[in-house]
């Protein structure tokens, strides 16, 4: 009866699953190539996948609880997924290069998505980009709402100008990662003091931060940089996404289940740092810690021991090892200064060498973690083109050495029977004993007829 009981309950949990999948997947349009002519009416958010992609069929059940939630809280953005290999004309067209490719399509625009595949970030960037542009700031209450809903946004202060224009160019192209908003002078907080309008503003890290043209250069680099919080948890995703600052990125590599004192000491220095000394590195330098020693190992192609400081070159793949014992904040400044005096040598970077001891490296983690994970299928890859590539080189090899024998027995053969000929031909030439001697050269023919006569 319990065995029964728990059976059907099983098939009932199935039913129920497969009825929730069912009924996200509605809310999920599979389009074709009407898609092309029917998309300026609508701003779509788009998974452009292939069938045989390993991440798209992961991305899919994700996918369809966006399409829910989408029509859950009203959004005006359709959401919809087109298979780029049977389409891949209209693929092409938006330039699909890779599987899957999220983009959100805004009349003539279409926006790639580039952050990480959960279901809150990618509703989050539909949010952000199908809305207005540059959102008005009316009041202090509405700046409040969204100081505590975004750790990071950029705020316009002032009427029209050419800092104005720049700054809707900078959200034109920006607007993928972080907000932009416009406000009057009297709606921001009060501890905010500008020495000139118009103004371009960063809120974060509880605090705020002007752009300056002549100390921080073009305004789209300056919001490209200042888009991350200045401490951050770190991983492979992120420190692909810093590459494009063209900062030092300083990374505490901790074991976060360890609270042993060394650990949590060295986090504790990294934000002391990123806090304490932030205008003097903020330029240069993002700060922040990550679990674990894996993806460091893998871009350094080394093992790094742990804790341990490392600062990373994501522009170039150089990176910077400790030369000294960090106790405290004062002794990480240092080091940072050495860095950027050039004291400290660096390591790595994209020279042909390194490129290929890259390769190198990658083809045996890849071999590796294929014995690792299937010894069999190992096996199976490797040892059998192994085994053809030996049995052909030793048939080369055998066929080889038979072929030379025989050539040279029968070069042997050859010049065996040619001297055994001449030694029959010069036993016909000698003359034999009491037979006179025969002139070998005859003279021409008239003159032995001129003797006769």
């Known amino acids: 009866m319990a065995a029964g009981r728990r059976s059907a309950g099983l098939r009932l949990c199935a039913t129920v699953f497969l009825l929730d999948m069912a009924f996200c997947k509605g809310f999920v349009e599979d389009l074709d190539e009407s898609f092309k002519d029917n998309r300026k009416d609508d701003i779509w958010l788009v998974d452009f996948y292939a069938p045989w992609c390993g991440h798209c069929k992961k991305l899919e059940p994700i996918w369809n609880e966006v399409g829910l939630e989408m029509k859950n809280i009203g959004s ?19 330039g699909v290069r890779g599987y899957p490719t999220i983009k959100l399509l805004k009349g003539d625009l279409a926006y790639n998505y580039r952050g990480p595949r959960t279901k809150d970030d990618i509703i989050e960037f539909a949010h952000r980009v199908s ?3 540059i959102r008005p700031l009316p009041s202090q209450q509405m700046f409040e709402h969204v100081q505590k809903r975004h750790r ?9 100008s050419p800092l104005k224009e720049k700054y809707i160019d900078a959200a034109s192209e920006l607007i993928v990662y972080t907000y932009f908003f416009s406000a009057s002078e009297e709606v921001v907080p009060e501890y905010v003091t500008l020495k000139e309008r118009p103004a371009v503003l960063v809120f974060k890290d509880e605090t705020y931060f002007v752009y300056d043209e002549y100390e921080d250069g073009d305004l789209s ?19 692909y996404e810093l590459g494009d600052t063209g900062k030092l990125v300083a990374i505490a590599v901790i074991d976060e289940k360890n609270t042993s004192i060394e650990h949590t000491r060295l986090k504790s220095v990294i934000q002391e740092v990123a806090r304490d000394y932030r205008d003097q590195f903020h330029r240069d330098f993002q700060f922040g810690h990550m679990d ?6 893998t871009l350094l192609m080394d093992e790094l021991k742990v804790p341990t400081v490392v600062v990373l070159n994501t522009s170039n793949q150089q990176y910077f090892l400790l030369d000294r014992q960090i106790r405290n904040a004062e002794d990480m400044v240092q080091f940072i200064n050495n860095i950027l005096d050039g004291t400290v040598e660096a390591q790595g970077g994209d020279s042909i060498l390194q490129r290929l001891k890259r390769i190198v490296f990658d083809a045996k983690s890849t071999i590796v973690s294929i014995f690792k994970s299937s010894p069999l299928m190992g ?3 490797f040892g059998l083109p192994l085994g053809v590539i030996s049995i052909m080189c030793y048939g080369i090899y055998t066929a080889d050495t038979d072929g030379g024998y025989i050539e040279e027995r029968y070069e042997v053969s050859r010049s065996e029977s040619e001297s055994q000929e001449a030694t029959e031909a010069s036993k016909e030439q000698e003359p034999r004993s009491g037979d006179a001697l025969v002139p070998t050269v005859q003279g021409p023919k008239d003159v032995l007829e001129k003797k006769k006569d």
């Open 152 to 160: 990071v946004f950029f705020v316009y202060i002032g009427g029209e």
């Open 379 to 381: 096996c199976f890859l």
């Open 76 to 94: 005006p953005v359709k959401v919809g997924k087109m298979d780029a290999t049977s389409y891949s004309s209209i693929a092409s067209e938006f």
């Open 221 to 239: 680099s300056w919001i490209n940089r200042e888009r991350f919080q200045n401490y951050l948890t770190m991983d492979g995703f992120l420190l």
């Open 131 to 133: 809305g207005a542009l």
């Open 292 to 297: 674990g020693n894996d993806y460091i190992n």
